[in-house]
Each structure stands twice: as structure tokens, then as C-alpha cells.
């Protein structure tokens, strides 16, 4: 396979054995943390630019997206039937030894999503930035609420 021009998604999918092949069933997304450690140096290994899964992913795929200019995108869960309807042809499956939700499938889609950029190839990163933006307003949250104590007690 020509891994630069494929994208790779961290899926469990279900898939049904058929007369000419497989037709796949559902397929959703599986968190794409558990894959941190080893994304930079897949990325640089391989040369896929579109990596797919569930959630944000930390600061190595992150500086892995930005230096081989590719991008971690999120399909929401709960979509694992729009998903499968989106997948045209399973052309192959490798790894079978794995398991049905741990082989590797060559599926063939068309339109795939809806996806949400969550990592650009800039280095900017949805989900750590939102955390930033969380944390501020948590500790605002926590102070109003706090002197919203204080002043019910000191009324009563």
C-alpha cells in the first residue's frame, strides 16, 4: 500500500462475512490516546497525512502532525452505522490472526464524516487548547462560587 496517500482510523469495527467478501456492519471510532507513544514515529515512518479516531491525542502527535504535515481529525462516536454506510468496498484485511476488531482493514469510503480537525499541521491542537480555555473558567467558576459561600454565610 502507498501509505501517504491512505488514511488510518482508529476503529473497532464489526464486519460480516458474506458470499464475495466482507460488508462491513458498523464501525466506530476507538480513542487514539493509546496510540500516543508510537504516532510521531509512524507518521515520520510512513508518510500518512490523516490519521482518525475518538478524542484528542498529546504532544508528540502533535509535533509528529506538524512535522510530517499531516493532521489527527475526530468522527464523533455513537456513529459507527453512518460510518459503515460510508465504506464502499472492504479491499483487504490483514492481520486476521488479531481479531475482527484488531485486524487491519482496507476499506474503500466515500465522504467520510463527519470529521473534526483536531490536530492541523501547524501544531495547533484542539483539545490541549480547549483544556486551557476549561481550566481558566473552572477557576473563575470556582472563585464565584466561593464568594457566593462566603456571602450566604455571612448573611445568615
Not at 504516532?39 to 508518510?47: C, N, Q, R, V
Not at 468522527?75 to 472492504?90: L, R
Not at 485486524?103 to 473534526?116: D, N, Q, R, T, Y
Not at 480537525?117 to 473558567?137: M, P, Y
Amino acid at each position: 500500500l502507498p501509505m501517504e496517500r491512505i488514511a488510518i482510523f482508529h476503529a473497532g469495527p464489526i464486519v460480516k462475512d458474506v458470499e464475495d467478501g466482507w460488508e462491513m456492519v458498523s464501525i466506530g471510532p476507538t480513542t487514539s490516546m493509546r496510540m500516543e507513544r508510537y504516532e510521531k514515529e509512524f507518521l515520520a515512518k510512513t508518510g500518512v497525512k490523516l490519521v482518525i479516531g475518538k478524542g484528542g491525542m498529546g504532544v508528540k502527535t502533535t509535533e509528529g502532525c506538524k512535522e510530517s504535515m499531516a493532521v489527527h481529525a475526530v468522527f464523533p462516536g455513537g456513529c459507527g452505522v453512518v460510518a459503515a454506510e460510508q465504506v464502499e468496498k472492504i479491499e483487504g484485511k490483514e492481520w486476521p490472526e488479531f481479531g475482527m476488531p484488531e485486524a487491519f482493514w482496507i476499506l474503500k469510503v466515500k465522504e467520510f464524516g463527519p470529521l473534526i480537525i483536531s490536530i492541523d499541521t501547524e501544531g495547533n491542537n484542539l483539545f490541549e487548547e480547549n483544556k486551557v480555555v476549561f481550566h481558566q473558567r473552572k477557576e473563575i467558576a470556582l472563585k464565584e462560587t466561593a464568594q457566593s459561600i462566603v456571602s450566604m454565610i455571612a448573611k445568615s
